[in-house]
């Protein structure tokens, strides 16, 4: 029975990669292939492997049961004989639902020691990995994703790539006691290929641009662009939806720019020294002066290349930021006081359902505090049971409180549930912008 099931799992595969050949979809084709080649890789490799196997041969039985009916309407039509078409499609149908089944059976989540939270919810960032990005690229009138481009037909192939690594980063954030040096690496990995794209295209590859029109990678644009121009919504609609799934987490995980002033902070003191003053004010007069002079400069009627100018100038002052404040304070002073979108992100992310909570019997040792970059756990923070504003749910005090004092919050859920749903979500957020996101 063991052996079964991987066998018919594999069949199912097999007749759906055929069943795409012969459409002419070559990319969803190896997709499916290779599928079948992860049925028999070792569990311990990927031990949400029936999570995935599972929904897919679902998914297929319904492919195949939606194609077979139009065949027998077709055939009905036509008065052509139907029996042996109807009896051939659900033999078909039946070994894909079969397989897909059978992958939740008792002896196939022991052998793959699907029965912790983690392999589930690895599961969960895969299939919201694939399913965002097969949205994206039906749904955008040009080659979104950069293997279409280069070879037309195959982005299937790239989806599943990074619908399995979404799973597997998701394994290791929820693994890893201390999630900081894993965020910052995973983030910046993705700011460099961000970048890395732009100077391609920079370079004469246009098939590294969005569109081939060139945009300043300063995230204030994202509110100061539309302003200027009158239009082009899609900067800030995607932010908004953004804020609106994860909160502030936009700023920790998922913000091209944030990863440069990450690391300068950590190269910086081990320990943030704290900031004079209220931050919020400073944020609040960048983002007065991004706003009111993307007025001014419509108003005036000045063109775009004199307004690039000034944009670029706003870029350059904040990785001076970076470089000569975030570094010797060990804070990302850029992010916490000088960004205005941070402060958006912030004050629109109380929309968000997602919170980090401290729990009582704090006794405010301060490690929590050392371990936030973004200087929103002061004593005062702590007498409150709440971060303060400049949080982005970044997750790095989660790990540092010695006494497990302060978690994720989401109503209905336990803080470790609630942990497990909020890396879930952005990790799947992460790995689609890995994808589609570039100037």
């Known amino acids: 029975m063991t052996l ?69 309407l077709f055939r009905l039509a036509a008065g052509l004989p139907y029996l042996r078409l109807a009896a051939i499609m659900a033999g078909v149908v039946a070994v894909c639902a079969a397989g897909g089944l059978l992958a939740f059976a008792r002896r196939v989540r022991a052998r793959h020691g699907l029965h912790g939270p983690h392999a589930f919810a690895q599961g969960a960032a895969f299939w919201l990995t694939a399913g965002l990005l097969a949205v ?38 929820l693994a890893a006691p201390r999630t900081g040096p894993l ?68 700023c920790s995980h998922l913000c091209y720019l944030g990863a440069a002033d ?46 690039v100018w000034a944009a670029a100038a706003f870029g350059l002052v904040g990785l001076g930021v970076m470089a000569f404040v975030s570094r010797p304070a060990g804070v990302m002073v850029h992010c916490a006081t000088y960004c205005p979108i941070g402060l958006v992100g912030n004050i629109l992310g109380k929309a968000s359902p997602w919170r980090v909570r401290i729990g009582p019997g704090c006794d405010g040792c301060g490690r929590c505090s050392r371990a936030c970059r973004y200087l929103a756990l002061s004593p005062q923070d702590l007498a409150k049971g709440r971060p303060g504003l400049s949080c982005t749910l970044c997750g790095d005090c989660v790990g540092a409180c010695p006494g497990g004092r302060i978690g994720f919050h989401f109503p209905g859920l336990s803080p470790a549930a609630a942990r497990t749903a909020f890396f879930t979500l952005v990790i799947a957020l992460h790995a689609v912008f890995l994808g589609v996101a570039r100037i």
């Open 262 to 307: 990450d690391a300068c902070a950590r190269l910086g003191r081990k320990v943030p020294r704290r900031l004079p003053g209220r931050r919020i004010w400073w944020r609040a007069a960048t983002l007065a002066l991004t706003v009111g002079l993307a007025v001014l400069l419509r108003a005036m009627g000045v063109e775009t290349g004199d307004a």
């Open 183 to 250: 965020r910052s690496r995973y983030w910046a990995a993705f700011s460099l290929v961000f970048f890395g794209q732009l100077l391609l295209g920079l370079a004469g590859f246009g098939r590294f641009l969005m569109t081939g029109a060139l945009h300043l990678p300063v995230p204030a644009l994202i509110v100061a662009g539309p302003i200027y121009r009158g239009g082009g919504l899609f900067m800030p609609i995607l932010y908004l939806s953004t804020v609106l799934l994860v909160g502030p987490g936009w």
């Open 4 to 72: 079964a099931i991987p066998l018919l799992q594999v069949l199912g595969l097999f007749l759906f990669a055929a069943h795409a050949l012969r459409s002419g979809n070559l990319g969803l084709a190896a997709a499916t292939l290779a599928l079948g080649g992860l049925v028999a890789a070792r569990p311990r490799l990927w031990p949400f492997g029936p999570a995935v196997l599972g929904p897919a041969l679902l998914f297929m039985a319904l492919g195949f049961a939606d194609a077979g009916r139009d065949m027998v």
């Open 136 to 173: 994206a690229r039906a749904k955008a009138p040009f080659p979104v994703l950069l293997v279409d481009r280069f070879w037309p037909g195959w982005g299937p192939l790239e989806i599943l790539a990074l619908a399995l690594y979404a799973a597997w980063l998701t394994g290791r954030l």
